[in-house]
């Protein structure tokens, strides 16, 4: 070894070294990170027209940012990177925590840091929470980009995502005609993550502001329609380099990429031609459903995929402030493993669930469960009343309630466009979903 290669081998061994530390931090490991950076996968556009597939993954994402917003394949839910961590808020608002491979269509991330602090209060709409955005940019220059963490208390939420499409896919503005699902909420706290481009982006991106919101207890989130609050926190991450990854596949190249796609783009992140919510619930069964997978399912060891399934023993919907359902309630958790969806986690969960009508569909606002153990009998006489002998004998009813499971199953992956066709318990033969 001449002394050339000497000292490149000792200043390999520095620059390792110096790796090494980095990759204690929580700074990108690679050092052509520059944590400046808006990585972007893909363009809105091609989104827009129906690109649904593959570009990027969850892990390269992690790679590039650890904070951002964009969508799963065959969009199905809406992503939001918080501290780190993608998130995946499906079509009834409930999170998922996808592993590394999951597959990207469309995503914009960065590494996080802020350089601008603000508190904002008595924000009254989005548009407000917008113009005062604005303001903030206009001083700071607004032909660069800016990510947005806002942390708060919200008076009021209204956010949406939707359900996954299935091959051929329509455009984006066509799919959520019919597709999409609304979300009224009241006095929640989260992280709302926020996207600014420049007007001259609206090629490959929208021009003004992107936001997506995640709840604190990371249980509920989607895409942020409009929301008010009496304070929130503000954290502006001005970016000035770009650097975008396009899909090398021959499908891409057929696409007309500079297509003037701003009027659906518009329309479907503001929801102004939808502003009516399309899927007004007419029954409260999603609403049941939601409950389920948040409040119990969440609970047990996490699955990919949370389904409850219930057994009605009565309802009294007289009072559209107070429907109670009496039921036997399971929830099980899965992963997909192959075509399987196999079992997890669940269990059973009779009781009295508590309903509310309210503008766009039902909420449960309260749920009497029968408990465990030696107070099983007394809290299920208690509360199934002159309704106990109805529960004793769906309760023991094994065979219908695995019909109602293969149902719901069925159900459920249809709509998630999830590739299973069987299920299984740990330690039983694999069971059909019955599809069709
Ligand atoms: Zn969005």
Known sequence: MNFKKLFFALMMFVFLLGCNQQSSTNQPVNQTVNTDTLFQVSTLQA?????????????????????????????????????????????DSSILVPDNNAAIPYATVTFFNSD?????????????????????????????????????????????SEYAQKEPYKPLAKAMETDQTFFNKENETGTIVGLYCPDFMDKLNSSGWHFHFIREDKQSGGHLLNLSSKKITVQLDKKTTFK???????????????????????EVETNTKYSEPSKKETNYFPAIDRYLTNSIGSKYAKGEHCVPIHSIVRVDERDAEDIKV???????????????????????????????????????TAFDQVEDGSRYLPTAKKIFGDKFNAFKIINSDEKNRERLRAEGLATYVKNNGIAATKYKDYGWPEKQIPLN
């Open 47 to 91: 989104l827009m027209q129906g690109y649904y597939y593959p570009v990027s993954t969850v892990g390269e994402l992690k790679e590039n940012g650890n904070f951002g917003i964009g969508c799963f394949e065959a969009v199905n839910g809406e992503l939001i990177m918080v501290d780190g961590v993608v998130y995946q808020a499906i079509h």
């Open 116 to 160: 601008i602090n603000v508190d904002f209060e008595n924000i009254s709409s989005i548009d407000e929470l917008k113009e005062q955005l604005n303001k903030i940019v206009n001083e700071n220059g607004n032909n660069v980009f800016y990510f947005v963490r806002i942390d708060g208390s919200f008076d009021t939420l209204h956010y949406r």
């Open 244 to 266: 975008m990854i396009l899909p090398e596949e021959e499908k891409f190249q057929q696409f007309q990429l500079a297509k003037d796609m701003s009027k659906d783009i518009h």
């Open 326 to 364: 009496w039921g036997d309630f399971w929830v099980f958790n899965y992963n997909l493993v192959g075509d399987t969806l196999e079992c997890v986690s669940g269990g059973s969960h009779p009781g009295l669930l508590h309903i509310r009508q309210t503008e766009n569909g039902f909420e449960v």
